[in-house]
């Protein structure tokens, strides 16, 4: 249950800068978010399979929410506000003018114009090197197909950096970015969290180019004395290097022992664990942690709620017009585990953990005339849950400890089908996050942990863990049913096989759509 608010003690600010919004709170050493505020960002498509920000909204949002959320404070609270904390959409860089001006416009970790670049570069080699899996999110692949159809923009750009590099240099003045937001670009030796000559050779940069590189919950520099003066802020004010918002998710479950991921139900579903040692391996992606010298080892599959709103969006009861999802909830909850043989392939969005194939499609095999639109509906969340199940044990054989519990957050946890689904195909318990902006809670954290609010610093560095127990807050515990989970061990042995069997129908799909393109 949520604490009550600390009536003193010190406050931070915390960003998210997501790919639809920039949300800024304000967070107590308990974890009590006082306020809340959130712009949205224009999501721009000049081109299929192209996905673009336009820069200066990154800092316009952020400006402007943490201005809202310092407003909703009483001026005394405002003297308690001591730090500010910053996690971003990972993969997502732009190029920039030494003033800070926009060269051209950001391209997002979700663009797949580089499906070429992939093909050529990526390699075991390149993984090991960067921890990241060839495929369409890190930013190396797409700044390699800028260098070759783009090339002005890198040539004339003194700056080339992640959201989290422009944030920092519009509230301080200095280009510098954490160890565990820049990670996300594929451009370091992430044993060394050193730029990479090769890395940099592929995608056409120079070593000046980069910003300076912070390890995270160290203070980066200190707030613009101008910004102090007009959002009314104490002065100094630090502003704390941050981590992608994967990991600073799972910082906000305070996930943050070996034997406990974090679990996020969103538009794409992603799991973490924290480990002190760089481990990869090619079913999953490997990211510095917002615990200093620790690692995430991460998987992803872009296909969650968005496919679940997919089907029932597409394929709209023309019985009922008016449905709406607790009705489809409760029709598919009536529907017996496997969804009597209809088996889905849940790769709309292609397939990252654990294949990392930008040509897979999704399928849904079976089809009988017993079934309907609420078979569908559950044959997807269920293949949603396999999928996770099998790159769980993936992390579980990487970290050589048996996942006991999964911190759940997202809009998928709202869904009581879905939690049940997830908790006995897993036969993990999930415990929900309260916080509804958990990854920028965990930039609260690090902000916390910097300025030693509820530990000194370690001779490894700040004490990021002991606040992220402080801070989070949890709700329900949804316990797995271990006779259910056993009924879907043969069904998800069947869904098991239907990549293999339909890759290479896929690569000729893939090749057919090529040819008519030429």
Known sequence: ??????????????????????????????????????????????????????????WQTTYETIGEALAALTPTQRQRVKAIGLTHQRESFAPFKADGTPI?????????????????YGSNQIHELSGKPAGVTPALYKLAWVKENQPHLLQNADKVCDVLCY????????WASSTAAADSLGLFNIRTRTWDTQLLQIAGLEPNQLPQLVEPANIIDYLRPELAQQWNLPAPIPVVAGLGDGQAAGIGAAAVEPDVAYLNMGTAVNAGL?????????????????????????????????????????????????????QDEQAAAQIEPGSEGLITLP??????????????????VGWRGIHTRAHMYRSILES??????????????????????????????RSPLWRTLMADITGL??????????????????????????????????????????????????????????????IAAIQSQLYQQLRQINANLDQLRTNQNA
């Not at 224009?42 to 192209?50: K, S, W, Y």
């Not at 402080?470 to 316990?479: D, H, L, S, V, Y």
């Open 104 to 120: 051209g416009n950001g391209i997002l970790w979700l663009d797949g114009r580089a499906v070429d670049q992939i093909e050529r």
């Open 167 to 174: 944030l920092v240099f519009n509230l301080t003045g200095h």
């Open 1 to 58: 249950m949520p604490c009550a608010y600390l009536t003193d003690g010190p406050l931070v600010v915390a960003v998210d800068s997501s790919t639809q919004s920039t949300k800024a709170i304000i967070v107590d050493g308990a974890g009590n978010i006082l306020s809340v505020a959130k712009r949205k960002i224009e999501l721009l498509t000049p081109a299929m399979n192209h996905y673009e920000h336009d820069p200066r909204q990154w």
């Open 347 to 364: 790769y709309w969005n292609a397939v990252q953990s654990p294949y990392w194939d930008a040509k897979a499609r999704g399928a849904i």
């Open 429 to 490: 318990p999930l415990t929900i996050c309260l916080a509804d902006e958990v990854s920028a809670l965990g930039a609260g954290v690090l902000a916390m942990a910097a300025i030693e609010a509820h530990a000194p610093h370690t001779p490894t560095g700040p004490d990021v863990a002991t606040s992220a127990k402080a801070m989070a807050q949890f709700g329900q515990t949804i316990e797995p049913n271990p006779q259910m989970h056993a009924r879907y061990q043969p």
């Open 274 to 326: 924290d480990t002190p040692t760089y481990t990869y391996a090619p079913a999953f992606r490997t990211h510095v942690s917002g615990i200093p010298g620790h690692y995430v080892m991460e998987v992803l599959q872009s296909s969650g709620s968005y496919l679940a709103d997919w089907a029932r969006n597409t394929f709209a009861d023309p019985t009922n017009p008016n449905s709406n999802l607790t």
């Open 384 to 413: 949603v849950c396999f999928e996770m199940r099998r790159n769980l044990d993936h992390l579980e054989a990487a970290n050589a400890t048996p996942i006991t519990s999964l911190r759940i957050m997202g809009g998928g946890t």
